[in-house]
């Protein structure tokens, strides 16, 4: 049973050509054992557990193995439910900002354009589902050598890397920086080519063998991030994985316990049943025997409505603990939306997702320092951080008239800016494209009724003209 992943810890101040492999040696030990967590985790997820080592003494032959892989069902949800909707950027209130409003909302919608071209909702489905799963996840950003200026390259890639294979290193002191982020692959050879980055560098090296590969690492920065699920780096099932294993068996008995009732043994009582009446037994489907002698199947069979509410029971802690709706909940004329909400369980999964949600952005923060830098050097973007904030979407249409009413409230308070009230009514997946549309409509619609001159003198000759 595991407890969360473990945080890779390392003395150096700085990594060299000279101490690279040392210390990529030294944090290996501790990437193994989340290496084999997270190993032993994705196998859950796609359905290969323990109940496939299940054996029984008594009528070996009857020995199902069910798997009800809960597990898929519960990271699913959380992915889809957070992560379904693409993660947007949209204009962050910055006081200090002295840069021109539509400016700004330009880039900023440039950039979304640019991370849509780069695949990075596919990315963040990927790496959400390492995160669900193991409890963390890595993503690399990198400038794209494709990339030119009248090209239809973005300036940047984005990839999700598996986390068996990829770790980061942090500084052993207060405030716990990254030092170095590690990746490795597997040859045909058979050997393990390292891939180390490092602020000012980046090493390669293949395990076993002499020397080490320096490069220079021009982003001044490590392009790997780390996601976490939570501080304690837990994957989203993890903590009721026993309660999988136990509905599995409990499915698996279940199964065994039918097919033993329909295979049950005939008992002759007081006579012997030979070959010969056993062949007739089997074409004819009766047995005739003699006075005093009765023939009975042995069979005991479990109670289906105790097993059932047993296996309801263990169900629902499950979804309780993970925080996933329940689909069965009881049904009243009384409830509201809010009730249904907060009685099937929704109102816990909004709670977890809000969670989710705080933890991705600090690591997403980091990632955008990476694209604002790669973009700096290419388009030109005079994006800030402080300028950008990333906005989840998620049940977009969910009581849409609610949002409306919000929308149009806000619009109508002049001392709230309308792009804040594209974004704070949750109607768009993207609110700074949908408020320049917006603008740009609005002013397409006010040029129509603009003030037309009109020439006095041609009106007075128009007038003459129709007297006569």
Known sequence: MSYGRRKIYSDAEYITAENVVEEVRKALTVHELNRLEIDSLWNEYRGKTKIEQKTKEIRPEINHKVVENRAYEIAKFHLGYVFGEPIQYVRRENPTSKENDDVIAADINALNG????????????????????????????????????DGDEPPFKVRSLDPRKTFIVYRNSIDEEPLMAVCYVKLTSGDIHFSVYTENGFFEFIEGHQGVTTK????????????????????VFEVVV???????????????????????????????????????????????LPEGTDAKYLSATLSQADVQTFKEDIVQAIFEICAVPNRT???????????????????????????????????????????????RDTVGTKLRLSDI??????????????????????????????EVAYAACGMFPDPESAYLQGMAYYEEQMKKWEPIEVDESESEDEEDVRAS
């Not at 990075?120 to 409890?135: F, M, P």
Request: a negative charge; aromatic letters at 8%.
């Open 242 to 288: 026993s309660q999988l294993h136990a509905l599995n068996e409990l499915q698996s008995n279940r199964m065994d316990d039918i097919v033993q009732f329909v295979n049950s043994f005939l008992a002759v009582l007081g006579g012997e049943l030979d070959e010969e009446t056993y062949k007739k037994l089997e074409e004819w489907k009766t047995l005739c």
């Open 389 to 418: 904030i990333p906005h989840f979407t998620r049940r977009n249409y969910e009581n849409i008239a609610t949002k409306a009413q919000v929308l149009v409230a806000l619009l109508n308070n002049p001392k709230v800016h309308p």
């Open 114 to 149: 640019y991370m849509t071209d780069a695949g990075k909702s596919a990315c963040d489905n990927d790496l959400a589902e390492w995160i669900y799963v193991g409890g963390a996840g890595y993503r690399l950003t990198l400038p794209n050598k494709k990339w030119t200026a």
């Open 216 to 235: 220079g690492n021009p982003l001044g920065m490590i392009p790997i991030v780390e996601y976490i699920s939570e501080k304690a780096r837990l994957g």
């Open 329 to 375: 909940g009881g049904e009243s004329a009384s409830d509201n939306g809010v009730a249904v909400l907060l009685r099937n369980g929704y109102t816990a999964s909004e709670a977890r997702a809000k969670a989710t949600e705080e933890v991705f952005k600090v690591s997403e923060f980091e990632t955008l320092k990476i694209v604002l830098r790669i973009m």
